[in-house]
């Protein structure tokens, strides 16, 4: 990818480790799984972008911390 610029590589880069993030949480049954790999997927898309544009991996885990808490406070409070 030398050649192609640096626009392509961090559009490759991109996609490539939003799907194996999206991967890494895959569970469940096929229908289960699809969703949870592409929604996943674009929320990893989100985090790699924050990582591009602010240079910092702080930012991006950040965000995956916030995620995930509000996911569990969610799940916590539609819980009796």
């Known amino acids: ?17 939003s799907l194996a993030f999206g991967i890494l949480h895959a569970q469940g049954t096929l229908a289960a799984t699809v969703y949870t790999v592409t929604s996943t997927a674009i929320v990893g898309a989100i985090l ?25 406070l969610l799940f916590l409070l539609g819980t009796n």
Do not use: D, E, Q
Request: proline content about 2%.
């Open 1 to 17: 990818f030398r050649n192609k610029g640096p626009a392509l590589r961090i559009t490759l880069s991109v996609i490539i480790t």
């Open 48 to 72: 790699v972008l924050l990582l591009v544009k602010t240079h910092r991996l702080g930012t991006a885990v950040l965000s995956h911390i916030v995620f995930n808490s509000s996911a569990v």
